[in-house]
């Protein structure tokens, strides 16, 4: 008898603990909520992010538009409330009037019974953005609105950047781990930076630097594919994501060649932007003549990569030229692919 009951209580004293504890959870939830705070609205509700990274191109002049709203976080009331912001001169590289511009009110009103702000927008002045420079802008929600920011989330912050001209010099990047979505296998041809797919899926800010990625294959081995190749990407689940979720996506056009003794004296002797693009028109001509097929493009994808191949890309939005060739290769999806590659930008 007494050991049934300790095997009662054994059973039933957590039970008593457990539903005390749900008791107690449903009596938290009810604490609900009844302050009012203001803070800025995420520009991108799958990151909530409150900031935007804007990357200029070598040679761009176009002005960027930033659209930017307030939003409420309280019961609704029957009066307009006010958001007042400022740009925080302590932070902020950037000079108001020279690189960017306010183009609305620094006090958004909130009408009556409602979340969200009228809009305001901030303009970046890209020909005012010198190559190489970076610059950001804070803008704060201040006290003089009529209900408090929230400290952590006052602030919008806006990175500024602008691509350096890239040089003919040879630079060697490396893929990572094709087979990997957290590993280092998207690349910006320009800057020879490398981003995760995770990364660059997760961050808009991100996508428009990617030129194309890798991928591993059971049936085609490493694969190459563009941010636009949609039916390739298809193959592959990160790939799929690309297409349904990236907000910029680059164009341009991939090819290989096999193989040959002669790839590097031919790629060592690149040397101006001429070559550059002669070596682009010889790659043509050679594909055709050589009846290869779609393994080795033009097109949005190359694939069955190997040693001493070269590769040829061109960016459509972003006027990159770029000659690579593979110097060397593990084609597994633990491995890896390191590209000796040469890129121009050309102005349009």
């Known amino acids: 008898m007494k050991r049934n009951s300790i095997v009662i209580s054994r059973i039933f004293l957590p039970l008593v603990f457990l539903a005390l504890c749900i008791?107690?959870?449903?009596?938290?939830?009810?604490?609900?909520?009844?302050?009012?705070?203001?803070?800025?609205?995420?520009?991108?509700?799958?990151?909530?992010?409150?900031?935007?990274?804007?990357?200029?191109?070598?040679?761009?002049?176009?002005?960027?538009?930033?659209?930017?709203?307030?939003?409420?976080?309280?019961?609704?009331?029957?009066?307009?409330?006010?958001?007042?912001?400022?740009?925080?001169?302590?932070?902020?590289?950037?000079?108001?009037?020279?690189?960017?511009?306010?183009?609305?009110?620094?006090?958004?009103?909130?009408?009556?019974?409602?979340?969200?702000?009228?809009?305001?927008?901030?303009?970046?002045?890209?020909?005012?953005?010198?190559?190489?420079?970076?610059?950001?802008?804070?803008?704060?929600?201040?006290?003089?609105?009529?209900?408090?920011?929230?400290?952590?989330?006052?602030?919008?912050?806006?990175?500024?950047?602008?691509?350096?001209?890239?040089?003919?010099d040879a630079i060697r990047v490396r893929l990572d781990r094709p087979g990997y979505n957290a590993s280092l296998n998207m690349l910006d041809v320009i800057n020879g930076d490398t981003y995760s797919r995770n990364e660059a899926t997760e961050d808009y800010n991100i996508q428009p630097r990617i030129d194309f990625g890798l991928w591993n294959s059971g049936s085609t081995d490493f694969t190459m594919i563009l941010p636009t190749g949609e039916d390739r990407l298809s193959g592959f689940g990160s790939g799929a994501r690309i297409t349904n979720e990236w907000t910029t996506k680059n164009d341009g056009v991939l090819m290989k060649l096999p193989a040959d003794s002669g790839n590097r004296d031919l790629f060592d002797g690149l040397e101006t932007e001429e070559d550059i693009l002669a070596a682009f028109e010889t790659a043509e001509d050679k594909l055709g003549e050589l009846g290869l097929g779609v393994?080795?493009?033009?097109?949005?994808?190359?694939?069955?990569?190997?040693?001493?191949?070269?590769?040829?890309?061109?960016?459509?939005?972003?006027?990159?030229?770029?000659?690579?060739?593979?110097?060397?290769?593990?084609?597994?999806?633990?491995?890896?692919?390191d590209l000796d590659i040469k890129r121009i930008v050309v102005s349009d």
């Not at 604490?31 to 991108?44: D, H, K, M, R, V």
């Not at 190359?302 to 593979?326: K, T």
């Open 295 to 337: 393994d080795n493009g033009p097109g949005k994808y190359i694939q069955w990569i190997n040693s001493g191949e070269m590769i040829f890309f061109h960016s459509f939005d972003r006027n990159v030229y770029m000659v690579a060739i593979v110097e060397g290769i593990d084609n597994q999806s633990t491995g890896y692919l």
């Open 23 to 168: 008791s107690g959870c449903f009596e938290d939830r009810e604490a609900i909520f009844t302050g009012q705070l203001l803070e800025w609205e995420p520009p991108n509700r799958a990151s909530n992010a409150l900031s935007a990274d804007i990357a200029l191109g070598v040679d761009e002049t176009e002005n960027q538009i930033i659209p930017l709203r307030v939003q409420y976080a309280g019961a609704h009331v029957p009066d307009a409330l006010t958001a007042v912001f400022e740009v925080e001169p302590s932070e902020t590289t950037a000079i108001e009037g020279e690189h960017f511009a306010i183009n609305g009110k620094k006090s958004l009103t909130i009408p009556p019974n409602s979340s969200f702000s009228e809009e305001t927008e901030v303009e970046i002045f890209s020909g005012a953005v010198t190559q190489g420079d970076t610059l950001k802008i804070v803008l704060r929600l201040t006290e003089a609105s009529s209900v408090p920011p929230m400290v952590n989330y006052r602030d919008f912050v806006i990175t500024v950047t602008k691509d350096v001209p890239p040089t003919l």
